[in-house]
């Protein structure tokens, strides 16, 4: 192997895999990445509708989002922005087209395609550092209170600390479908509290 070709080896290893999979469903519609994608960012996507006002739209913001990396990804460009970056990117103009949508908001404007790759720091964690401090705001953390210590315990392990559900469920020493039960309620009390609060 030549210098040059150890060298893309070795950058190619420290890649951002979600990036990589972005990669393979813009290039070749690869299914299989694009599952993967979807296991990983629905539920970060889901929460983050529940923690910015659109807990009843937050499946369709999901849908919304996977339907617009699909179409899109074959734009994606490693070298300028993480994946979750570029993600939450097309998340956040979706909630806000949702939003003018529903005649609830026009102060926000979307960012345009070529401002996406200005957002700083190509980190993975940095989006995810930002769900952080969504999930830090006083009205989520109100919101809590309200569920069963049971239900609290999975979603934090589920949207807080990015565990999957089998995961969890190893932790815990529970079965996958309780996990995926509970999570579900609490979701769904939450959503309830949300709206009652005009979240």
């Known amino acids: 192997m030549s210098t040059l070709e150890q ?37 970060q996507i889901k929460y983050y509708a529940i923690a910015n006002g659109i807990a009843s739209h937050a499946e ?9 990396i699909w ?3 074959s734009l994606y460009d490693w070298r300028k ?3 979750s970056t570029w993600i939450f990117t097309i998340a956040r103009n979706q909630r806000i087209d949702m939003l003018r ?19 700083p720091g190509e980190n993975e964690e940095e989006p995810v550092t930002a769900l952080h401090r969504l999930v830090s705001e006083r009205r989520i953390r109100d919101s809590l209170k309200h569920l069963p210590e049971e239900q609290v315990t999975v979603i934090a392990k589920v ?3 990015h565990k999957s559900h089998q995961a969890v469920a190893d932790e ?3 079965p996958l479908g309780t996990v995926k039960s509970r999570v579900r309620l609490a979701l769904n009390k939450l959503k309830v509290i949300l709206q009652d609060e005009n979240v």
């Open 7 to 43: 060298t893309t080896t070795r950058s190619e290893g420290h890649r951002d895999p979600w990036g990589v999979k972005l990669e393979r469903v813009g290039k070749h519609q690869d299914r299989e990445a694009y599952r993967l994608l979807f296991e990983h960012f629905a539920p």
């Open 60 to 68: 369709e913001l999901v849908q919304e989002v996977f339907v617009s």
């Open 71 to 73: 179409r899109k990804s």
């Open 81 to 83: 922005a993480a994946a």
């Open 101 to 119: 949508k529903m005649q609830r908001t026009s102060a926000e404007i979307s960012v345009e395609t070529e401002d996406l790759w200005q957002i």
């Open 159 to 161: 949207y807080m600390e």
């Open 172 to 174: 815990l020493n529970i």
